[in-house]
């Protein structure tokens, strides 16, 4: 890390500070927002910093979720010291293994079980000790399908705004609809894979401050349905399975809903997730200069072309994602680049 860079000074001179001690942070990784991750060792202990610039990011919500999250006996790092004006947190490590790392055919269902239990914990996470949790509303969800017509459709691939508005508008308001429907809970909205880390054999949550009061299904289908991996579906739907039951037994869903109205939730919600995705992914690389999760829009478009064609109301948007967005994306793609979407037919 250059020592001209001003934000790595003020970090080191507040570690500093702190210990009253040199220490020599050290960069292990930013991610999709504008935050930096450090790890330090001192007197033998290993900690994480973070850099949130405070003109870009609040930390204020991640050290409220951390404490109720923690409250509720959700394994979250602990907030060791923190200062807002400045953006800098102190934490405790976590350490290195994400749970996509150790995630293969033979693991996958024990894992998930694990993680889908969790839920049961995060969705009584409604409020922190400043009030509610924000709901994710109506003007929310449109929001963030918005995201996707604004910089994948219109930015990334220059398509007519009108055609979008047609393929997209029927689709929009039934998703819209399918979210607003379902009991509403506490929600991670960020819960998958590379959120969930592993130690000692236990799971723990990070990346949790955007939390807010939304859809039942939304969780459990992010991490089943994740963004960065694709599972067999006789495995997902085990899993799903296992939540619808779960929700049951703690009430969170209706004994009156059935399961087949729990899959078109988690499904639609899927949908929506993943047409969210694929916007903020194009956004990432074209706005913030992050063009690494361009890589990961095929399989979000795969799974809407995918999940939206097992629904009639949604074979207009299944049939565009597929005859006109894949293609639109893949010219735009380096062939060389191996992140062109394949042909396959679902179940391949």
């Known amino acids: 890390m250059p020592l ?9 001179a507040w570690l500093n500070q702190y210990f009253n001690a ?8 930013g991610d999709a927002s504008f935050r930096r991750y450090f790890r330090i060792v001192v007197n033998n202990l290993s900690y994480i910093v973070v850099d949130s610039p405070p003109n870009l990011i609040d930390i204020s919500p991640f050290i409220q979720l951390a404490d109720s ?3 509720q006996g959700i394994a979250v790092p602990e907030v060791i010291a923190s200062d807002n004006e ?15 790392s150790v995630l293969n055919n033979d693991t996958l269902q024990d894992y998930y079980s694990q993680a889908l239990v969790l839920l049961k914990d995060i969705a009584r996470v409604t409020h922190t000790q400043v009030g509610a949790l924000a709901q994710y509303d109506a003007e929310f969800v449109i929001r963030e399908l918005t995201i996707f017509s604004e910089w994948l459709a219109l930015h ?12 997209t508008e029927a689709a929009f308001k039934l998703l819209v609809d399918n979210a607003l429907e379902q009991p509403q809970v506490g929600m991670h909205r960020d819960y998958h894979s590379r959120n969930i880390m592993l ?5 723990k949550v990070i990346d949790f401050q955007d939390a807010v009061i939304g859809p039942v299904t939304y969780d459990a289908v992010s ?3 994740d963004c960065y991996i694709r599972w067999p579906d006789n495995a997902v739907d085990a899993l799903m399975r296992q939540h619808y039951e779960q929700c049951i037994e703690t009430q969170q869903i209706d004994s009156e809903v059935s399961f087949a109205q729990y899959r078109r939730w988690f499904d639609l919600m899927g949908i929506q997730r993943h047409i969210k995705a694929a916007g903020i992914f194009a956004r990432l690389n074209y706005r913030d200069n992050k063009p690494a999760y361009m890589a990961d829009i095929p399989l979000t478009l795969e799974y809407i072309r995918d999940i939206a064609g097992r629904y009639a109301e949604l074979q207009v948007l299944s049939n565009w994602i597929a005859e006109v ?3 639109a994306v893949n010219a735009k793609s380096d062939v060389e680049s191996g992140i062109s979407i394949g042909v396959k037919s679902e179940g391949q």
């Not at 040199?22 to 990784?29: E, K």
């Not at 490590?93 to 749970?99: A, I, K, S």
């Not at 990334?156 to 393929?167: E, I």
């Open 223 to 225: 991490l089943l349905r």
């Open 69 to 71: 999250y923690s409250k």
């Open 86 to 100: 400045q953006g800098l947190m102190l934490l405790s490590d976590l350490g290195d293994v994400q749970l996509l």
């Open 4 to 12: 001209s860079d001003p934000r790595f000074l003020q970090l080191n």
């Open 22 to 29: 040199n220490v020599s942070p050290q960069l292990i990784s």
């Open 325 to 327: 967005i894949i293609p």
């Open 156 to 167: 990334h691939l220059g398509l007519d705004p009108q055609q979008v508005k047609t393929h």
């Open 199 to 203: 130690q000692n054999e236990q799971l």
